[in-house]
């Protein structure tokens, strides 16, 4: 360095000599500190929290947080397999389109039974019978042609078969106004063809009757009417 005193290059190397000195010192406390860290890392055996799963995620519910693993106690396929329904299987006969043996569910009425059947002929009287009584198992349900309903005299004899197939007790000779049809009912004195009809509205409009003396809500019998019914008639 020409042209500078000796004391000021001295000044000059001191300065460099005393930053060389710095940056060393820098390098080595910077290069312990990573070593310190590095150190106090462990690389294996880590274990996650409780509750997460691998990456970070929730752990599913499961044996030892695995996921896929569905909790103890759950229904089988067995158990949830529902019973198949109960049926009753009954003989449809008569004035129907496809008559012939029919399973039903339990509980069916005789108007599922005809309709199973393929529903009525032309020449059927449907009204004959109680459509809405419900079927027993192994009973035959018998839709009678108009013809046969005009042959009042043997055609009560029918439905009764009919009710006890059904389970019904036997009526003891007495027309059961819940399930008579309109020819059985036209057979009590004083009920034509009107009033009996009138009493199948009722019953299907409110249920059956509860009571004989519920008979006088039907219009056209009154109490003189029903005295001469009274001991004509029934409800079981």
């Known amino acids: 360095m020409p042209g500078l005193a000796a004391d000021e290059k001295l000044v000059i190397v001191l300065l460099v000599g005393l930053t060389l000195t710095a940056g060393a010192l820098l390098y080595w406390e910077g290069r312990g ?88 002929k032309a020449s059927a009287d449907p009204d004959a019978v109680n459509l809405a009584r419900r079927v027993a198992d192994g009973e035959q349900v018998y839709i009678p042609t108009r013809d046969e309903t005009r042959a009042s005299s043997a055609w009560p004899a029918v439905r009764e078969a009919q009710n006890q197939a059904a389970g019904g007790p036997a009526t003891g000779g007495k027309v059961n106004i819940n399930t008579a049809s309109q020819a ?48 004509l008639i029934t409800i079981r």
Do not use: W
Request: aromatic letters at 2%.
């Open 33 to 120: 500190t990573a070593l310190t860290l590095e150190g106090a890392l462990p690389r294996e055996g880590l274990q996650p929290a409780a509750g997460v799963g691998p990456g970070g995620g929730a752990a599913l519910p499961g044996s030892d947080g695995a996921p896929g693993e569905a909790g103890a106690g759950g229904p089988s396929g067995e158990e949830a397999a529902a019973e198949p329904p109960a049926e009753v299987v009954v003989h449809v006969a008569g004035a129907v389109l496809r008559p012939g043996v029919y399973s039903l569910p339990e509980g069916s009425r005789v108007i599922d039974a005809v309709t199973a059947a393929g529903g009525v």
């Open 184 to 231: 059985e009912l036209e057979t009590l004195p004083g009920v034509g063809p009107s009033i009996a009809r009138r009493i199948i509205e009722y019953r299907l409009q409110n249920g059956p009757f509860r009571a004989l003396e519920e008979l006088m809500n039907v219009s056209g019998i009154g109490e003189k009417r029903f005295a001469e019914l009274v001991d």
